[in-house]
């Protein structure tokens, strides 16, 4: 059997927990899956998985075989990369996070227009709010809006954003212009299910004072379009990222509210596997999508 097919086998049945899902996603049958690492274990002479029915764990000798793995692994990607380094002609295949408001907004455009560039890159972009496994899922970059919790990647802030309260003109006409944010307890308030900005808004004023008022709402959803969509027929007051509501602001679709106020800032964050540092893949990625959200968010009202 191949050695290094072997290998990634080895690798993905450790990061999944099972023959079963390996095979499935390798479109293969779990005892060939089983063939692979028995192939190992017999030309290494040792256990590399303690397996039964129901359990998976790694042995003293996998443990240390595995960590040695991913660094093979790793080091063949970056020789198949390095051919194409010098041409800026990446290869292989990219699967993305994104949470589904801000990939289909900004970041699945932007990617499209990437991979026109480059004929030998694919990407496996997925759109999802709940938390992604890099490990389990098999996601090689995430784009989140903090790095709490993913000490174990590389990561940096590939841009910030906006955000601006805003309402339907015939929304404020019927229930009247809020003035300051304490105002925003006597409005409806369409509320995130996870945001930050969850349960309360903070906004600050030209002095640095902050103002944190609770609001009320009774329609929350785990969506900033569908937010938009909702705030678009006159439901309430909503927070949305300016660069996603300008056209609707400039066409007076949508008034921004408390403009004396700045709400703060949301930072994107781009973590993805050390692994991946070097590779040419992820550096014109990076590059790339640097200069066009500060070309698209720098943005002047």
């Keep these: 059997m191949d050695r290094i ?3 990634e086998i080895f690798v993905r049945a450790v990061e999944l927990g099972s023959f079963a899902a390996v095979a499935e996603e390798r479109d293969i049958s779990a005892q060939m899956v089983g063939k692979h690492i028995h192939g190992l274990e017999t030309s290494l002479g040792v256990k590399l998985l303690a397996k039964s029915t129901r359990f998976q764990a790694l042995t003293t000798a996998g443990e240390q075989f595995h960590l040695r793995c991913i660094n093979i692994l790793s080091e063949l990607k970056a020789a198949q990369e390095d051919i194409y380094l010098d041409l800026n002609e990446p290869m292989g295949k990219l699967k993305i996070y994104c949470g589904v408001n801000l990939g289909i907004s ?5 990617l499209g227009k990437f991979i ?3 004929p030998q890159l694919e990407i496996d972009l997925t759109l999802d709010n709940n938390p992604p496994d890099i490990y389990r899922d098999g996601y090689d970059v995430i784009f989140h809006d903090r790095i709490e919790g993913y000490e174990f990647l590389v990561g940096h802030q590939i841009c910030s954003y906006d955000m601006v309260a805003c309402a339907t ?5 019927q229930h009247g212009i809020p003035l300051e944010p304490k105002a925003l307890e006597h409005h409806q308030c369409l509320r995130h299910t996870t945001a930050y900005h969850a349960h309360r808004w903070c906004f600050k004023n030209a002095a ?6 609770r609001i009320s709402s009774r329609f929350t959803i785990n969506s900033g379009q569908a937010m938009l969509a909702a705030a678009m027929e006159g439901t309430g ?3 949305q990222p300016y660069f996603q509501v300008q056209a609707a602001l400039d066409s007076g679709e949508l008034v921004q509210v408390l403009t004396d106020y700045q709400l703060p800032k949301i930072e994107l964050f781009m973590l993805y596997k050390p692994s991946l540092r070097q590779t040419s893949r992820l550096t ?5 999508l640097q200069r066009e959200l500060n070309n698209q968010l720098n943005i002047k009202y």
């Excluded at 003109?169 to 006409?173: A, D, G, T």
């Excluded at 640095?208 to 008022?213: E, N, R, V």
């Design 106 to 110: 900004l970041l699945s455009p932007l």
């Design 237 to 239: 007051i909503t927070i």
């Design 208 to 213: 640095g004072d902050y103002f944190s008022p």
């Design 116 to 118: 026109q560039q480059y």
């Design 5 to 7: 097919t072997s290998i």
């Design 169 to 173: 003109p015939e929304y404020l006409q």
């Design 284 to 288: 014109l990625l990076n590059d790339f």
